[in-house]
Nanobody
Framework: VPLVESGGGSVQAGGSLRLSCAAS????????MGWFRQAPGKDREFVVA????????EYADSVKGRFTVSRNVAETTIYLDMNGLKPEDTAVYFC???????????????????WGQGIQVTVSA
């Protein structure tokens, strides 16, 4: 099941971007979806996850209050609105889907059932 990401790009600090992730082929209607990111030379980092019906969310502390995740349940598409971007948000962002609830996404054992190819987000100072 390909996860197709879109919306990345370059922005100055304080700016905003919106990422989208759509599941093509089989609809992942009962799967939680979310985002991880990986900066050069760093480990993959959890960003956010949202439950299959959009009712539950989990955010990394580093993005709380700046990033907002939402979900179009019918289309199995999620959106990540990123505001107040900082240079430390620069990374490749990966969309993921898994049948685990969002609260289980934060642990180091999380593997994810499906992953996107990744999309670059660059924030300049």
């Amino acid at each position: 099941v390909p996860l197709v990401e879109s919306g990345g790009g370059s922005v100055q600090a304080g700016g905003s971007l919106r990422l989208s992730c759509a599941a093509s082929g089989r609809p992942l209607t009962t799967f939680a979806m979310g985002w991880f990111r990986q900066a050069p030379g760093k480990d993959r980092e959890f960003v956010v996850a949202i439950s299959w019906n959009g009712a539950l969310t989990e955010y990394a502390d580093s993005v709380k209050g700046r990033f907002t995740v939402s979900r179009n349940v019918a289309e199995t598409t999620i959106y990540l609105d990123m505001n107040g971007l900082k240079p430390e948000d620069t990374a490749v962002y990966f969309c993921a889907a898994d049948d685990l609830a969002p609260r289980f996404w934060l642990g180091p054992a999380f593997q994810g059932d499906y992953w996107g190819q990744g999309i670059q987000v660059t924030v300049s100072a």
